[in-house]
């Protein structure tokens, strides 16, 4: 019989793991390679003044088709949207900030690349973008139940264009059928065109700042910020870091690519609130 | 030879399995999952050579640089460009999707000019002695503007009229300002030039005094919540400490606030006021606090061709006696300001009035006018973009084409040039050489993002960059003979001074209450009484960020006051007249107003400071 | 003299094999000839040794295709020769000044992002062995399209579904390409190729 030995002492030197991290060096299952860049970016709540440019620059450059007769918030196409948002007071106490939301390119335990029965969605080894392929799409929007950032849109209508102003179509950017579900891919038509102009000069990657979305190239007060998260240097980075900086859902764990800042207090609470207030119909569901 | 059922079914059977092992089945199968993503109506874009072409935005007087990425020559997105010396690489949604005009399903195609020429020859050989032909020049300042002022010098009895300057016709300078009071202009939202607007937001305090938390007052430093219709009074209260207590009860603020709003604009200064729509008030205070010399100077053009300068003076329409204009061309052409129907109409004379429009829509005075002619719209259009309010020097920038207009297209300065019998010439290209002789200035040139002095250019080059994307810059001091914007300005004399005719609001302001008419106005959208994009569906319709033209916002217990439940089509009315509206329940507007996106039906019976009512349709 | 069971059976089998296999490719192509009858051999005599002299690249990386008018009708604006094909080109598009409807062996479809540049400058990639030796032919084979479809019968390769005419051009579908990057180790996630 073995008796416990008085004379073994516990170990002082070996401390308990208070706090076990989680381990960031695994990767997704299917990230399989390490990220050359992770594409990031950074709004400042505290410029956006809810103008618009941004949302219809995006509908530009991707293709987008005019809201159809039936079309309303609720069923409207807007990669990117801007809501308003306040701080629940009533008259001179009221306050408002913008928010523009657009697909949060989720890093971790991306909801959509999960839910998808096609595949149809992948998060992009080379890039961190989480790429939408609506020739794949079956429709079912699972996705779309599943994305907690309401980011992702169906195609109700076939898309239809004044005569002629299909002329004004962006070459770089598909166009999308009646029945798949689409969403932001952080402009990866601009990305394709950064490489094939760096593939011209011979140098196998882009360099950073080649290539911008067209929602951060139209703000006029520069509000919307993009660039490599990997690149300490580069703004969304920098925000990351920023005490006034927060992600929206940050308690679900979806590590998304997007930071917010603002200085003003009462819109990081706002912004963790579970129904922020609003006056609009800020109809997402 | 008799064939039993059996054989048949067991030749069907031996078909499907000998077809099983062909690719007949297994291809139809791949291609009808093919065939069924290809759905008809797709439209596949065109390919071709990507350029990038350079022009200036003709959709406001802010003119922002722009860049067009176009493919085989067809633009197909627009934006900033970002070394433009005003707008700094900031375009705004109109300007981002302008490329789209020329395809708007509510383009007019077709005009008849010829009719319209033979009614405008018959009633100018019939126009009485105290009768006047009369253009109406909804974007003046513009070269073609000049034109229209030449021909009407070169006809008996020829009026030009115009809309009243911004504050006057005089420059604002906003990198020199320190401290900003607003009366409810809306500075972040679409004032001036936007990239000039939030290049300079560092630099001063912004107060925005207005009853609502517009965009503007939301990201404004200190927002002021005065009580609709009150803006004049606090300018006052600030110009003259003595009104401040009936400011107080008017604005419903404290004569603290007032005193200490007051202290503040005087202490930290340069300081600037702004104001909805050009109060007097507002532009008394800027005297009183120093601001000519600063933040506001006189507004200048580029220079003229000396034989310009035999031309009619601008007029304001309230100035002409009633029913005297016999024929009248309006040119609405690019987008301006709007002058109400109701002010227009009362001076045409009442028998037969030869009424032309010159449009690219019937949206706007061709629902009044006998002809409307279809004119090429932005970027189609050849023609040049007065300075804007904020660019402190003159300028001169030329909105060179994209596009080629359609045929059949009428250009406005040939049609009244050939009616009134003058010779049009090509009026860019001889103001270009104007300005070429002055020597003076700098050219920006947008693709190689250059500036170089005037005298360092040949005529050839300046002409030819001005069409390839430029923007020429006076130097800042306004010279003696430089042509000072807005003839009716006065502004080293006293605002009393002014004629009448020069006041800037058409309709009259209605400062007492009045129960017909409850609900102050204010406009919430940038203005346009134009056409836009059919993308903008996306902030209209889409979501819910911004309200479509002809609609209005009201607080739910306002609504439900007024016999409106929930979003629907409701009519506003003014003692102008009334029109159909939509009307969108908002809590964030303050009960007892309304928040109006305006567009040319509301613009004809409603002012920025008008009052109204909503009843249900 | 009674039929085997199996006879029907067999019957029915062997006229579905027929069908399948002969008839099938016949009725499931159309096919029309290219709208010139242009000779590759000729013009790489005498008029440029290397694909990109006419079909380029441009500065910016992106590939101009198949030549348009303007790069033929700089040298044909007259006859050079004496051939009929020459003529009916001159006739036909140069002098009315209509752009050929050439249709590309290769066309993939809208949502496909293929770069070209990166493929011949960084893939160091010659044109033959993806388009195969369209630089010593005389004539253009006819273009078979499936109907249904809608895409070119060249794009399968070397399968049981080429045309003769291919002889041994490569494939152009998905897989086709993902293999090729695979055997070489670089990535082909969905968004490097699609748009």
Redesign the interface.
């Known amino acids: 019989m073995i008796a416990s030995n008085p004379a073994i002492q516990p170990n002082p030197a070996i401390q308990p793991n208070a706090t076990i991290q989680p381990n960031t060096e695994r990767q997704p299952s299917r990230e399989r ?1 390490r990220a050359v860049s992770r594409y990031g970016m950074s709004i400042d709540l ?2 956006c ?5 941004c ?3 995006c ?3 991707n ?2 088709p ?2 159809h007769e039936g ?3 609720r069923k ?3 990669w990117i ?4 948002v ?1 701080n629940g007071e ?3 106490a ?5 928010v523009p939301v657009l697909c949060q390119q989720c890093g971790e335990d991306t909801p959509c690349v999960h839910v998808c029965p096609q595949q149809a969605v ?1 998060v ?4 961190g ?1 989480v ?1 939408q ?4 799409c079956l429709g079912c929007r699972y996705c779309m139940a599943a994305c907690p950032y309401h980011a992702r849109f169906f195609n109700w209508w ?21 029945g798949v579900v689409e969403k932001c ?1 952080f402009c ?2 601009r ?3 950064a ?3 760096a ?2 000069a ?1 140098k ?1 990657e882009i360099e950073a700042g080649a290539y911008v979305p ?1 929602c951060v ?2 703000c ?3 509000a919307i910020r993009f660039g490599d998260l990997k690149d300490s240097a580069s703004e969304p980075a920098v925000a990351a870091k920023d005490a006034h900086s927060f992600r929206l859902l940050e308690k679900l764990g979806t590590e998304p690519k997007i930071y917010y800042r603002s200085k003003r207090d009462w819109v990081r609470q706002v912004a963790a609130a579970p129904k922020p207030p609003s ?5 997402r569901g | 030879m008799q064939r039993t059922r059996r054989e048949i079914l067991l030749f069907m059977g031996g078909g499907a399995a000998g077809a099983m092992l062909t690719p007949a089945p297994w291809r139809l199968v791949t291609d009808a999952a093919i065939w069924s993503e290809n759905w008809p109506g797709i439209p596949r874009p065109a390919r071709g050579e990507i350029t990038a072409r350079y022009t200036n935005c003709a959709l406001c007087p802010a003119g922002c640089a722009v860049r067009a990425r176009c493919v085989a020559g067809q633009p197909v997105s627009l934006a900033g460009v970002s070394g433009g010396p005003l707008s700094l690489g900031a375009l705004c949604a109109f300007g981002l999707t302008g490329h789209h005009l020329p395809y708007h399903p509510k383009r007019l195609k077709q005009g008849t000019p010829e009719e319209a020429a033979a009614a405008v020859r018959g009633a100018m050989a019939k126009c009485g002695p105290s009768e006047n032909i009369a253009v109406l020049d909804l974007a003046p300042g513009r070269s073609a503007s000049w034109t229209y002022r030449r021909a009407m010098a070169a006809v008996a009895n020829g009026v030009y009229l115009a809309p009243p300057l911004p504050l006057g016709g005089a420059a604002v300078n906003l990198a020199k300002a320190r401290i900003v009071l607003s009366l409810g202009a809306p500075l972040l939202d679409g004032w001036g030039t936007p990239g000039n607007v939030h290049a300079a937001r560092a630099n001063f305090r912004l107060v925005q005094a207005e009853p609502w938390e517009s965009r503007t007052a939301a990201l404004a430093d200190e927002w002021l919540p005065i009580r609709p219709g009150s803006e004049a009074a606090l300018a006052l209260a600030l110009t003259d400490p003595k009104t401040a207590a009936s400011a107080a009860q008017a604005t419903g603020l404290t004569e603290k606030q007032i005193a200490g709003l007051a202290n503040e604009l005087r202490a930290n200064g340069p300081a600037l006021v702004l104001s909805a729509d050009d109060l007097p008030e507002a532009m008394a205070l800027n005297q009183a606090l120093g601001a000519w010399g600063q933040t506001l100077a006189a507004g200048s053009e580029a220079p003229l061709p000396d034989v310009w300068k035999k031309a009619a003076p601008e007029r304001v329409v309230a100035s002409v006696a009633d029913n005297s204009i016999r024929v009248l061309f309006i040119d609405e052409s690019v987008p301006g300001s709007h002058i109400p129907w109701s002010a227009v109409e009362k001076k045409l004379v009442r028998d037969n009035p030869v009424v032309v429009a010159f449009a690219w829509s019937l949206e706007g005075y061709g629902r009044h006018a006998q002809f409307t002619l279809p004119t090429a719209v932005y970027p189609e259009l050849t023609g040049d973009i007065p300075p804007a309010v904020d660019s402190p020097a003159a300028t001169f920038r030329i909105a060179a084409p994209l596009v080629a207009p359609p045929a059949g297209m009428t250009d406005p300065s040939a049609f009244i040039a050939k009616a009134t019998g003058i010779d049009p010439g090509n009026a860019l290209q001889e103001r270009a050489d104007a300005i070429y002789k002055s020597g003076q200035g700098t050219l920006f040139t947008y693709a190689d993002a250059k500036s170089t002095p005037l005298k360092d250019l040949k005529p050839a080059d300046f002409w030819k960059s001005l069409n390839e994307g430029g923007a020429w810059i006076a130097n800042a001091a306004v010279g003696q003979d430089a042509i000072l914007r807005g003839d009716c300005q006065s502004p080293r004399g006293p605002i009393a001074n002014r004629p009448a005719g020069c006041l800037p609001a058409n309709l009259p302001h209605i400062g007492s209450l009045d129960t017909a008419f409850p609900l102050p106005v204010a406009f919430s959208e940038p203005q346009s009484a134009s056409l836009t994009s059919p993308l903008m569906s996306k902030l209209y319709q889409d979501s819910d960020l911004r309200m479509p033209p002809n609609t209005a916002a009201l607080h739910p217990d306002t609504a439900r006051a007024s016999g409106i439940l929930g979003a629907a089509r409701a009519v506003l009315e003014t003692q102008y007249g009334r029109c159909a509206i939509g009307v969108i329940p908002d809590a964030s507007v303050p009960p007892g107003m309304l928040a109006v996106a305006a567009g040319a039906e509301v613009l004809d019976i409603c002012g920025a400071l008008t009052r109204a009512k909503v009843v249900a349709a | 003299m009674k039929i085997p069971v199996y006879m029907p059976f067999l019957a029915g089998a062997l006229a579905a094999l027929g069908a399948g296999w002969v008839g099938f490719p016949h009725a499931i192509y159309k096919s029309r000839p290219q709208p010139v009858d242009f000779s590759h051999k000729v013009h790489a005599d005498k008029a440029g040794t290397k694909c990109e002299d006419c079909h380029a690249f441009r500065e910016d990386g992106t590939f101009a295709g198949i030549p348009s008018l303007s790069t033929c009708a700089a040298c044909h604006a007259a006859p050079m020769g004496t051939t009929v094909a020459e003529k009916n080109f001159i006739d036909r598009y140069v002098t009315p000044n209509r752009e050929p409807d050439w249709a590309s062996y290769a066309q993939q479809p809208e949502n496909v992002f293929f770069s070209h540049i990166t493929h011949v400058k960084l893939g160091q990639l010659k044109c033959e062995q993806c388009h195969g030796d369209q630089g010593a032919s005389d004539k253009l084979r006819p273009y078979q399209v499936d109907r249904i479809s809608g895409y070119s019968r060249d794009i399968w390769g070397p399968t049981l579904f080429q045309s003769k005419a291919a002889g041994t051009v490569p494939g152009m579908k998905m897989d086709d390409c993902v293999d090729c990057h695979r055997k070489q180790g670089l990535s082909h996630s969905c968004l490097d190729c699609h748009k």
């Open positions: 390679k505290d410029r003044t809810g103008c618009g440019a949302m219809v620059a509908a530009v450059e293709n987008i005019p809201a079309a309303t918030a409207g196409i807007t949207r801007v809501f308003k306040d009533e008259g001179p009221r306050r408002s900030v913008f992948e992009d080894p080379a890039t973008i790429g392929m609506p020739e794949r076939d898309p239809a264009w004044p005569a002629g102003m299909e002329k004004t179509l962006n070459p770089d950017v598909a166009p999308r059928m009646r891919n990866h038509g990305w394709h065109a490489k094939e102009r593939a011209a011979g196998p067209a190239e139209s006029p007060t520069g006056g609009k119909e800020n109809a």
